[in-house]
């Protein structure tokens, strides 16, 4: 079993900066892939990033990349999600997952089924 717990949301300017971070309980936190997703009001959950069980590998959606940074710290059992340079459109609440199941599955990432554990979500506003 495995609990996740997210923190750092909150209200930011655009062109601001905030840091996520997701706290995970359990064994084994070094052994499997970590994510954020995010869902906006009125639309569906879609991926953001992810990271692989060591920290070597990292996807990121288009819309991201060059923005946003994920890492973990394996000794904290914890995940973090720094996102610079904020845009309105970022606002959402964000969830961090768990695929207990793999390091890393380089093809099924970007899926919501990959994941077997979510936290409750944390909301992201930017003002514009």
């Known amino acids: 079993q495995v609990q996740l717990d997210e923190s750092g949301g909150g209200l930011v300017q655009a062109g601001g900066s905030l840091r996520l971070s997701c706290a995970a309980s359990g064994r084994d936190f070094s052994r499997y892939a970590m994510a954020w997703f995010r869902q906006a009001p009125g639309k569906e959950r879609e991926f953001v990033t992810t990271i692989s069980c060591g920290g070597g590998r990292t996807y990121y959606t288009d819309s991201v990349k060059g923005r946003f940074t994920i890492s973990r710290d394996n000794a904290q059992n914890t995940v973090y999600l720094r996102m610079n340079s904020l845009k309105p459109e970022d606002t959402a609440v964000y969830y961090c997952?768990?695929?207990?199941?793999?390091?890393?599955?380089?093809?099924?990432?970007?899926?919501?089924?990959?994941?077997?554990?979510w936290g409750q979500g944390t909301q992201v506003t930017v003002s514009s």
């Open positions: 997952a768990a695929d207990t199941a793999s390091c890393i599955n380089s093809g099924g990432y970007r899926s919501l089924y990959q994941y077997d554990y």
